[in-house]
């Protein structure tokens, strides 16, 4: 079995050989997606239920996707349109999932824990799918998955990670995924956004406030939104000194070793930290990011539901 837990709620928990063994999965069902018929019948009659308390396009859409995909039974909800709304706890709303007989939650929430939480409490698989400034551990998966398919193995290849890495859970499930991969990785923003002791995640983790050094040897370089929702527009003086500062333009690009390429988790904040230049230029697999995303959520959703990696051998039948 390549995935012996109940529950996918950080990569800190995975082991290097159960994130690789799911991205040999993801990349099976890569292959379905070139057919003209996208769907295999595999999940037919599990439920599994989406649950976003935060906004999200990309997560939300590709989890949904990757279900139908597996032909399970969905059911998305948020907290519009939840009785969230009328105070009801996440106990409360979980124990009432449970009692309907669910196989899977994947859940989004603003608070980190949240998804470990439901885990606790829910009999029935739980997969984490961002929650707050945690962990976003199918994000790592699928970054990693397009760098391997660049790169191959990533032992010793340098990814550098800029932005606002404190409040980030993509930065932490990258950093937790790559370096039990054996890649070196690099944090690079302001001290406010990338304090020092961020270096302490790993003997393999350093923090370079310099954007011309961090990126200098970079083999991928992973630009991260600022999240001007979560306060991050107080740790700089404005979007303009930032982009100045950090912002990836098209010089920065043309300073990199002629194979790097450019990666953004989405959504954007174009010309702040990544230039519309560098954004739809040659360098960037940010729509492949997206694509493998919903790759590597069929996967997770097919392993933890007990799926037999042996059964699709030669592709996802
Ligand atoms: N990358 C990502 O999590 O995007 P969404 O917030 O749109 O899901």
């Given at each position: 079995m390549?995935?012996?837990?109940?529950?996918v709620?950080?990569?800190e928990?995975?082991?290097a050989e159960?994130?690789?063994g799911?991205?040999?999965?993801?990349g099976r069902?890569r292959?379905?997606?070139?057919?003209?018929?996208?769907?295999?019948?595999?999940m037919?009659g599990?439920?599994?239920?989406n649950?976003f308390h935060?906004?999200?396009?990309?997560?939300r859409i590709?989890f949904?996707l990757?279900?139908?995909?597996l032909?399970?039974d969905?059911v998305?909800?948020s907290t519009?349109?939840?009785s969230?709304?009328?105070?009801e706890?996440?106990r409360?709303?979980?124990?009432?999932?449970?009692a309907?007989k669910?196989?899977?939650l994947?859940?989004r929430?603003?608070?980190?824990?949240?998804?470990?939480?439901?885990?606790?409490?829910?009999?029935?698989?739980?997969?984490n799918?961002?929650?707050g400034?945690?962990?976003?551990?199918?994000?790592?998966?699928l970054?990693?998955?397009t760098m391997r398919q660049?790169?191959?193995?990533l032992r010793?290849?340098?990814?550098?990670i800029?932005?606002?890495?404190?409040?980030?859970?993509?930065a932490?499930s990258?950093?937790?995924?790559?370096?039990k991969l054996?890649?070196?990785?690099?944090?690079?923003?302001?001290?406010?956004m990338?304090p020092?002791?961020?270096?302490k995640?790993?003997?393999?983790?350093?923090?370079?406030?310099?954007?011309?050094?961090a990126?200098?040897?970079a083999?991928v370089?992973?630009?991260?939104?600022?999240?001007?929702e979560?306060g991050a527009?107080?740790?700089?003086?404005?979007?303009?000194?930032?982009?100045r500062?950090?912002?990836i333009t098209?010089?920065v690009?043309?300073?990199?070793?002629?194979?790097a390429?450019i990666m953004?988790?989405?959504?954007?904040?174009?010309?702040?930290?990544?230039?519309s230049e560098?954004?739809?230029?040659p360098?960037?697999?940010?729509?492949d990011?997206?694509a493998?995303?919903?790759?590597?959520?069929m996967?997770?959703i097919y392993?933890?539901?007990?799926?037999?990696?042996?059964?699709?051998?030669?592709?996802a039948?």
């Amino acid at each position: 079995m390549i995935l012996q837990r109940k529950d996918v709620l950080g990569l800190e928990d995975l082991s290097a050989e159960e994130i690789l063994g799911t991205l040999d999965i993801a990349g099976r069902f890569r292959a379905v997606f070139d057919r003209p018929v996208r769907s295999v019948p595999i999940m037919r009659g599990r439920t599994v239920v989406n649950f976003f308390h935060e906004p999200s396009t990309r997560t939300r859409i590709s989890f949904e996707l990757a279900e139908k995909r597996l032909s399970a039974d969905i059911v998305n909800f948020s907290t519009v349109d939840s009785s969230f709304k009328k105070g009801e706890t996440l106990r409360d709303t979980a124990e009432n999932l449970a009692a309907m007989k669910i196989d899977m939650l994947v859940i989004r929430h603003s608070s980190s824990g949240a998804a470990r939480y439901l885990a606790e409490v829910l009999k029935c698989s739980v997969i984490n799918a961002g929650d707050g400034a945690h962990e976003h551990p199918t994000q790592g998966l699928l970054d990693i998955m397009t760098m391997r398919q660049r790169l191959g193995d990533l032992r010793g290849r340098k990814v550098t990670i800029i932005g606002d890495i404190a409040h980030s859970r993509v930065a932490r499930s990258n950093i937790w995924g790559l370096t039990k991969l054996g890649a070196e990785v690099t944090l690079c923003g302001p001290p406010t956004m990338v304090p020092g002791a961020l270096a302490k995640l790993g003997e393999h983790v350093k923090v370079e406030h310099d954007l011309k050094r961090a990126v200098a040897d970079a083999d991928v370089l992973n630009v991260l939104r600022i999240q001007l929702e979560r306060g991050a527009g107080k740790a700089f003086p404005g979007n303009r000194e930032y982009h100045r500062m950090y912002g990836i333009t098209g010089d920065v690009v043309r300073g990199l070793k002629p194979e790097a390429f450019i990666m953004h988790p989405g959504p954007m904040n174009r010309d702040v930290e990544i230039a519309s230049e560098v954004a739809d230029g040659p360098r960037q697999v940010i729509l492949d990011q997206v694509a493998n995303g919903v790759a590597v959520r069929m996967a997770l959703i097919y392993l933890l539901s007990g799926g037999d990696p042996g059964a699709l051998a030669g592709g996802a039948q």
